[in-house]
């Protein structure tokens, strides 16, 4: 038995966009110092299925004629793909690539994988990659699946959603803007969007990029004295995000200037959560709106005057009535549109479309309540990094637990060697210590 859900329009904008660029997967990754038991690591990806019905999702079959795309969600028999392979000597680039720019076929599987690196974690443990596809989940959504299937790895009871996954699709259904103003504000912000056709965003210099498809990956924790001072030492107004905000657009100004490459405006693509504060961190699903900041150079004469205007930005673009008028914009087509036109809402509404383009993106879970974790006392380190492509060839996912902020930078191997990629990300994380001196 299966039940069937509709696809949200946000699900159906990134299916299209997805079906453009490279594949829209999140990359979420766990450090360990476990052998992982591979058997049980694939019961317990079956009980987060049984927790987060999205999680053991396929996608209806559906031809060009069709109206809408829609889930179909059994009640049993998960059939996730649970791999390993031997680390040991092996290119872990070359593993992480074979995981996640894998495309998924959401008709045939669930959009989730999850491969074991046998000695590539810590001090001679395993290294757990999961591959979520963004169509089904953002990066609270993947974080819900981690977190479950660890709690169900380790014998325990997962965590309970405090909303159950269908009164969390009826959310999407009742946003809905408090007053036309905020509808029209919103429909000025996507005229704006609309002027990077003409005023294209700055493209960050490429520097030992190669014609290899696939992406590379770099890391960076701020110790927990950085992380005290930019969590403690901010001007009112000013959130962390705003400060890791400017400190990535002040990183690719210079990062340009000493490669000799201009940075007039740059725009730095940032997910919203739509999720309700009382279950911000809840529920698996794909419930994030995608927006932009920018700055140009005015902006950018110090750190701070850069924060500043991105917390001017920022403040407008979480307010809940912005998002629910942006939502109800993607769903003005009238309702018997077939999906083969829909396929142009990338390029109509708000999104990484075909001239739509950002510089960048950074994705900030913020502070994480619970981290997932394999074994209670295991040494244990994870990632996550939002996906990169054509339009927007760097991609950064922010995550702070444990008193420390964590960067997981992900971009396309035509952007950057490694050696560059380095770098850039040292310089990222100079600005961060620059912004909060």
Not at 22 to 37: G, R
Not at 187 to 210: E, W
Not at 356 to 383: F, H, K, V, Y
């Amino acid at each position: 038995m299966s039940t069937t859900v509709p696809f949200s329009m946000i699900e159906e904008s990134v299916h299209h966009i997805e079906h453009e660029f490279q594949p829209w997967n999140i990359q979420a990754e766990l450090e360990t110092t476990v052998t992982v038991d591979v058997d049980r690591l694939g019961e317990a990806a079956a009980t987060a299925c049984a927790v987060h019905p999205i999680a053991g999702a396929r996608k209806r079959p559906s031809d060009l004629s069709d109206t809408r795309f829609e889930w179909s969600i059994p009640d049993d028999e998960y059939a996730v793909e649970v791999g390993e392979i031997n680390g040991e000597g092996r290119d872990l680039e070359e593993i992480q690539n074979q995981l996640y720019y894998r495309r998924f076929d959401l008709t045939e599987q669930p959009p989730f994988r999850l491969l074991v690196v046998r000695g590539a974690g810590i001090d001679g443990g395993d290294r757990l990659l999961v591959s979520m596809n963004h169509v089904a989940a953002d990066g609270v959504g993947t974080l819900r699946i981690a977190q479950a299937i660890c709690e169900a790895y380790r014998g325990d009871e997962p965590m309970q959603d405090s909303v159950s996954f269908q009164e969390s699709r009826t959310m999407l259904d009742d946003l809905r803007p408090k007053s036309l103003d905020d509808g029209l504000n919103v429909v000025d912000s996507a005229t704006r969007h609309l002027q990077n056709v003409v005023d294209s965003p700055t493209r960050i210099a490429k520097v030992g990029g190669t014609d290899e498809d696939g992406w590379r990956f770099s890391r960076r924790k701020l110790d927990a004295d950085l992380t005290a001072r930019l969590i403690g030492d901010r001007p009112d107004g000013v959130s962390v995000n705003d400060v890791l905000q400017a400190a990535l657009h002040m990183a690719i100004e210079e990062w340009n200037a000493d490669h000799g490459k201009s940075a007039r405006k740059i725009s730095v693509m940032m997910p919203v959560n739509l999720r309700p504060d009382d279950w911000f961190y809840q529920v698996a699903g794909m419930y994030s709106m995608f927006e932009s900041v920018e700055t140009r150079s005015r902006d950018r004469t110090d750190h701070m005057t850069a924060a500043r205007e991105i917390g001017e930005q920022t403040e407008e673009l979480t307010e809940r009535d912005r998002a629910a008028a942006l939502y109800k914009m993607l769903e003005m087509l009238p309702p018997g549109t077939p999906v083969e036109l829909k396929r142009q809402l990338p390029r109509l509404l708000r999104g990484p479309g075909r001239r739509l383009l950002d510089t960048a993106m950074l994705s900030n879970l913020g502070r994480i309540p619970a981290m997932p974790s394999l074994e209670p006392d295991a040494e244990e380190r994870p990632w996550f990094s939002p996906p990169a492509w054509r339009g927007t060839p760097v991609a950064i996912g922010v995550a702070t637990f444990q008193g420390e902020v964590n960067l997981s930078f992900r971009y396309l191997r035509s952007q950057f060697s490694q050696q560059a990629g380095e770098e850039f990300a040292d310089y990222v994380v100079d600005h961060v210590e620059q912004a909060i001196e």
